[in-house]
């Protein structure tokens, strides 16, 4: 009688499968995990460092920077067009980090869902040492503006307005679940992508250093930066061509105080 013998040749398509399963269940659920999502490329392969050579000399050395003292005002600006956030104290530069977003970044945040990362002043609400993405900072999202925004659109009602409001006037978290959306954190997970959904991503060291040197309560700036200036049918190289030009003539828009 002849043997139905089995096929060794899809053994290995089997063991490859179940590799690739086990990586994905893996990301999915393993929340504490210390690896990142995506190792942090080269410079000139990543969309936050695309930039890069834009830079002037005085500001990419601040791309090296390893803070050491305490900060006594410590504050976070971010400028989403750029991919960077910058870290101050007071209204000295401090560090300068490369981050990424969500697909639609450079979009306000306005309700639950749209993948945009917020615009305006904030605070940190709070801080995680254990999130899913590493380390995480909570960002005040919505603030006042936004509640005043969503009451009037008909997103919240009074009641959460005026929770949203009692939060901040307390410099605490405000709700998050509600038809603005929220838990808009400042995050490991790692760059090299924007694969957010409006939170703030670094580097896992990164984030563990501002982590280090950032309390709870301290404002963080969020500008969309220049990149709504872009024409639609301009040219990538045409828009950079015009965003150098645009910093040269404004050599340091980032440096005056954010919060005047």
Avoid at 142 to 169: F, H, K, S, W
């Amino acid at each position: 009688m002849k043997r139905n013998h089995p096929r060794h040749d899809i053994y290995p398509l089997i063991i490859s499968l179940s590799v690739v399963l086990a990586v994905v269940s893996g990301c999915s659920f393993h929340s504490s995990s210390n690896i990142s999502f995506y190792k942090a490329p080269p410079f000139d392969l990543s969309v936050s460092y695309r930039l890069h050579r834009e830079l002037s000399p005085y500001e990419r050395r601040y791309f090296q920077r390893t803070p050491t003292a305490p900060l006594l005002r410590p504050k976070i600006v971010i400028n989403k067009a750029l991919r960077r956030l910058y870290l101050f104290d007071g209204n000295e530069l401090v560090k300068v980090y490369p981050i990424n977003m969500g697909p639609n970044a450079l979009q306000d945040k306005l309700r639950q869902g749209d993948n945009g990362t917020p615009e305006g002043v904030f605070y940190i609400c709070m801080k995680k040492p254990n999130s899913k993405y590493h380390m995480s900072l909570g960002i005040s999202y919505p603030n006042i503006e936004d509640a005043e925004r969503g009451l009037r659109q008909g997103l919240i009602t009074e009641d959460q307005y005026r929770a949203i409001i009692t939060a901040i006037q307390k410099r605490e978290r405000p709700p998050w679940f509600t038809k603005l959306g929220g838990a808009i954190c400042i995050h490991g997970g790692g760059i090299g992508r924007d694969w957010t959904e409006g939170c703030i991503a670094l580097r896992n060291k990164d984030i563990e250093e501002i982590y280090s040197l950032v309390p709870k309560g301290a404002p963080v700036v969020i500008r969309a930066g220049l990149a709504r200036e872009r024409n639609l049918f301009e040219t990538r190289e045409s828009y950079l061509t015009r965003l150098k030009n645009n910093l040269a003539n404004e050599p340091k828009p980032m440096y005056r105080d954010p919060l005047k």
